[in-house]
């Protein structure tokens, strides 16, 4: 029997579009392979949103995104609505539709495939095999606290304040995504915060401490400052397995870790909320790199990280870690064979479109499907 799911497709501004229409296109591939079907239905979000509706994410698509089994995203942002202010540029869509689906848990994989170890900054022997799982806090702390704001102050000078802040709830329910996670890798959570100058920070390690000794105490747990992580990350990356640290600090640590892959383009992510009364969480999907303007309608971005979050999306939101694996797989032999987009390192010659790489990509799969 065929199993149904609801995708709410949102490409956004820049290389959003053309990535997503080779996401579209292994989505069909997966339909063929396997008794599911995806009701796809897209939208806007960011600056196309604005262009459209006035708003970088209209009520209705919000909407849309609440009655999805989950949403897949291109990219948002563009020198185009730079003057807009603040409260209607393109990224204040993406941290709505992040808050009000309360999607708290940010899984960004550091996972460098063989082929590109050389494009990694650090020597090969740091990064080959290098497969880690950061967890980040993505609703709460610094980004979101009360109060914030800009003010003038008596003596004509202007202050900003951001408050950092979080309750016992936000820390251990993304504790608990990172716990779950480990249990199915190798067991082992590093938890990353400043406890030595923040309360915040106190707070963060001994909310884990409790999850840890009260429902994970079989899996390995250890604690350590986020600066030290993000030195460790380029000294010894492999000591770690899974991170678990809050929205600042993930926000930093993500990014370094996915430099040491060789490519920020190439890297997925995940955001995951609360599983509903009907079993499923909500969930959001898209590539780590940016909307890329510049290249923009050239048909030469790199189609891998947005097929990668699918991958994700297959997995986590659908259970279907075969079908995960088989794209994964997939990616992995194409970038073996040499195949690249212009971003990647590697023989020019073996050089292929946003199209290519996603015809290429599916070839693959079928043949190993």
Sequence with gaps: MTTSYKLLVLPGDGIGPEVMSEVLKVASCIEDLSSVNFEIEQDEIGGAAYDKYGTPLSEETLKKAKNSHAVLLGAVGGSKWDNLDFSLKPEQGLLRIRK?????????PALCFESMVGASSLKPELVSGLDIMIVRELTGGVYFGEPRGIKELSDGTR??????????????????????????????????????VMESGILWREEVEHVHQNEFKDLELSHMY????????????????????????????????????????????????????????????????????????????????????????????????????????????????????????????????????????????????
Excluded: W
């Design 226 to 369: 986020a600066d030290n992580c993000a030195m460790q990350l380029v000294r010894n990356p492999k000591q770690f397995d899974v991170i678990v640290t809050d929205n600042l600090f993930g926000d930093i640590l993500s990014d370094e870790a996915a430099m040491l892959t060789g490519s920020l383009g190439m890297l997925p992510s995940a955001s995951l909320g609360a599983i509903d009364e009907n079993n499923f969480r909500k969930s959001l999907y898209e590539p780590v790199h940016g909307s890329a303007p510049d290249i923009s309608g050239q048909g030469i971005a790199n189609p891998i990280a947005s097929i990668l979050s699918f991958a994700m999306c297959l997995k986590y939101s659908f259970g279907m870690d075969h079908e995960s694996d088989l794209i994964n797989n997939s990616v992995n032999k194409v970038l073996s064979e040499g195949f690249k987009t212009a971003d990647l390192i590697g023989d020019d010659d073996k050089n292929l479109s946003t199209e290519e790489m996603g015809n290429q990509i599916i070839k693959v799969i079928k043949g190993l499907g």
């Design 159 to 196: 202050q900003g304040t951001n408050t950092q802040t979080y309750n016992t709830n936000e820390i251990r329910r993304v504790a608990r995504i990172a716990f779950e996670l480990a249990q199915k890798r190798n067991k082992k959570v590093t938890s990353c915060e400043k406890s030595n």
């Design 100 to 108: 009000e689906l309360d999607l708290y848990a940010n899984l960004r």
